[in-house]
């Protein structure tokens, strides 16, 4: 099969590699039909994650079809559609009975992509498939569920949630990349009284404004556009709370359910579409926003569209 291989800081190869194959009695293999490229991506690329090591086949969302599972498989079988999370859960440790699947220490958390071959390939192996990947509802599209695989939950959990909105809040959202349009979407959820965007891009704020921000703020206006030392001496008394956190994509079924019940509404987040092996050209669009205006791109394998 072809992949997306990283091959050390500033190197990509869309290349043959062997296909993946069982390891574990709890694997699946799937068909990727559409996969999308994360910001976390390019930040590998840029030799930023370390932890990643040269020839990692790169990716962790993506929806596809599953075309074997292993024998301790229960919950999924060959040929059903599904969503592959970014994140792997064992479902056994302690984190994991908590939801916390981000901190999985039973062989999950953000392994795909990362510690293990992951989802930017015609295949992908997925460990502890009965917890790892969702079986799709007929109405939802695969260029709607893959939003499902990161940037949903993890706007809405470790943002909106984390963040405590509440109805008739004001809520601001600084930055209206992916990430920053996907908290606008889930924010609405709660309905606040007001979402205010913070961007320096003119294109991101007025996408933010075309997706339902009531205010899009650049950094010329009244905004502070410039990073911010944290005095905790004066911010205490004030009760001011800063979460910071890895998604654990406990709400995948609850969004899932909900955009198939068309009460979450993804209004535009995709704006540029590849097939699978035009992944090169992908990656070179999606890491050049300001020329290309790339907000989210999605790449389809044949029976993907």
Request: proline fraction near 6%; include cysteine; charged fraction near 20%.
């Amino acid at each position: 099969m072809k992949a997306l291989v990283y091959n050390g800081p500033g190197k990509r190869s869309w290349h043959d590699v062997p296909d993946p194959v069982i390891q574990d009695p709890e694997d699946a293999i799937v068909r990727v039909d559409a996969v999308t490229i994360c910001g976390t991506d390019l930040h590998i690329l840029k030799g930023d994650v370390p932890t990643v090591e040269p020839g990692r086949i790169l990716g962790h969302e993506a929806v596809g079809t599953i075309t074997a599972v292993a024998d301790g498989v229960r919950g999924v079988a060959v040929g059903d559609r599904v969503l592959i999370s970014c994140i792997t859960a064992c479902g056994r440790c302690e984190y994991c009975r908590q939801g916390h699947y981000g901190q999985c220490l039973g062989g999950g958390g953000w392994i795909l992509g990362h510690l293990i071959d992951g989802t930017q390939a015609e295949q992908v192996r997925v460990p502890f498939a009965d917890r790892s990947v969702y079986k799709l509802p007929d109405n939802v599209s695969n260029e709607e569920a893959v939003l499902l695989a990161d940037i949903l939950p993890t706007s809405y959990e470790v943002g909106v949630l984390n963040g405590g909105v509440a109805p008739g809040d004001t809520v601001v959202i600084v930055g209206a990349g992916p990430i920053g349009l996907a908290a606008l979407a889930t924010s609405k959820l709660f309905t606040p009284a007001r979402v205010v965007v913070v961007d320096a891009a003119d294109s991101r704020r007025k996408a933010a404004l075309d997706r339902g921000a009531d205010l899009a703020l650049g950094p010329d206006e009244d905004v502070e556009g410039a990073p911010a030392t944290l005095h905790l001496e004066d911010l205490w008394i004030r009760n001011v709370t800063i979460t910071t956190g890895l998604v654990d994509t406990f709400s995948t079924p609850r969004l899932l359910s909900m955009l198939a019940a068309g009460r979450l509404q993804l209004p535009g987040l995709i704006t540029h579409r590849f097939g699978l092996d035009e992944m090169q050209d992908a990656y070179d669009v999606f890491a050049d926003p300001a020329t290309t205006g790339a907000l989210k791109v999605a790449l389809f394998g044949e029976e993907g569209f």
